[in-house]
């Protein structure tokens, strides 16, 4: 077995499988009550006896968290892109962002809850505030760091700002790009998730909050494995394209 296969494929799993048992023998040597830190095993049946519900709170939770992302990716990378091409853009903008960057996203939940209403647009809009930021920072990061003799050569053969911008600048932040999204990615899980349990009727986060009131705390560990595995699986989608379309900038 390579090393490769052994690092990316075979460690994350003995990794997981270790914290698990870990983590289930930890409950019965101190014989801790489930209605404080439920074994795996037991998360494992809740999911297994109340996988429909979860499934459909689950699907809530990705539909507002990619939503979300999606309007992320297209205020950030449109942001970022006048941001790291634009010094008068930036010396505007940044200190603004990283001010609003600042504010805790949950504070935000009441003002939108009053602005929509319960449901699913505060949790998209939290996922999409959340989320936007690091894109921003990294397309213009990305896009500010193109050498001057790019730019030089590029002039000197006659191209304008435009074509610089499309043949330089834009492949050169294809990797901070995929960077950021794969942090994105996980904020707007956060922020779906932290909507969901102050003002929704619907979502992982709804199902955790009312599960919590119960004391039915195996379901609070469900949906949180929940979020997690989906949060995985997405990143994992993420780093797929980026190994595609950023090959040429991997080193080694």
Same mark, same amino acid.
């Given at each position: 077995?390579?090393?490769?296969?052994? #690092?990316?494929?075979?460690?994350?799993?003995?990794?997981?499988?270790?914290? @698990?048992?870990?983590?289930?023998?930890?409950?019965?040597?101190?014989?801790?009550?489930?209605?404080?830190?439920?074994?795996? #095993?037991?998360?494992? #049946?809740?999911?297994?006896?109340?996988?429909?519900?979860?499934?459909?709170? #689950?699907?809530?939770?990705?539909?507002?968290?990619?939503?979300?992302?999606?309007?992320?990716?297209?205020?950030?990378?449109?942001?970022?892109?006048?941001?790291?091409?634009?010094?008068?853009?930036?010396?505007?903008?940044?200190?603004?962002?990283?001010?609003?960057?600042?504010?805790?996203?949950?504070?935000?939940?009441?003002?939108?809850?009053?602005?929509?209403?319960?449901?699913? !647009?505060?949790?998209?809009?939290?996922?999409?505030?959340?989320?936007?930021?690091?894109?921003?920072?990294?397309?213009?990061?990305?896009?500010?760091?193109?050498?001057?003799?790019?730019?030089?050569?590029?002039?000197?053969?006659?191209?304008?700002?435009?074509?610089?911008?499309?043949?330089?600048?834009?492949?050169?932040?294809?990797?901070? @790009?995929?960077?950021? &999204?794969?942090?994105?990615?996980?904020?707007?899980?956060?922020?779906?998730?932290?909507?969901?349990?102050?003002?929704?009727?619907?979502?992982?986060?709804?199902?955790?909050? !009312?599960?919590?009131?119960?004391?039915?705390?195996? &379901?609070?560990?469900?949906?949180?494995?929940?979020?997690?595995?989906?949060?995985?699986?997405?990143?994992?989608?993420?780093?797929? &394209?980026?190994?595609?379309?950023? @090959?040429?900038?991997?080193?080694?």
């Amino acid at each position: 077995m390579s090393d490769w296969l052994l #690092s990316r494929r075979v460690l994350p799993w003995l990794v997981t499988l270790a914290t @698990f048992l870990l983590w289930e023998g930890l409950v019965h040597a101190f014989s801790i009550q489930s209605f404080i830190l439920p074994p795996p #095993s037991l998360v494992a #049946s809740t999911l297994a006896a109340q996988w429909e519900p979860i499934f459909e709170h #689950s699907l809530q939770t990705l539909m507002t968290t990619l939503v979300g992302l999606a309007l992320a990716v297209g205020f950030g990378v449109g942001l970022g892109l006048a941001v790291g091409a634009s010094e008068r853009v930036y010396s505007g903008l940044y200190p603004l962002l990283v001010a609003f960057n600042s504010i805790p996203k949950v504070a935000l939940v009441p003002i939108l809850v009053i602005w929509f209403g319960i449901g699913t !647009v505060p949790a998209i809009l939290t996922a999409f505030l959340i989320s936007f930021f690091p894109i921003v920072v990294n397309i213009a990061t990305g896009l500010a760091t193109v050498e001057p003799e790019l730019n030089d050569l590029m002039r000197s053969l006659g191209a304008n700002r435009l074509t610089v911008l499309q043949k330089v600048g834009l492949p050169r932040t294809l990797p901070y @790009f995929f960077a950021a &999204l794969k942090v994105a990615v996980t904020l707007a899980f956060v922020g779906s998730v932290i909507s969901e349990t102050v003002a929704a009727n619907a979502g992982v986060g709804y199902m955790m909050m !009312v599960a919590g009131s119960r004391f039915e705390v195996p &379901l609070v560990f469900a949906g949180l494995v929940v979020v997690g595995a989906m949060g995985i699986v997405l990143y994992q989608i993420f780093e797929w &394209l980026e190994r595609r379309l950023t @090959f040429w900038a991997a080193r080694g």
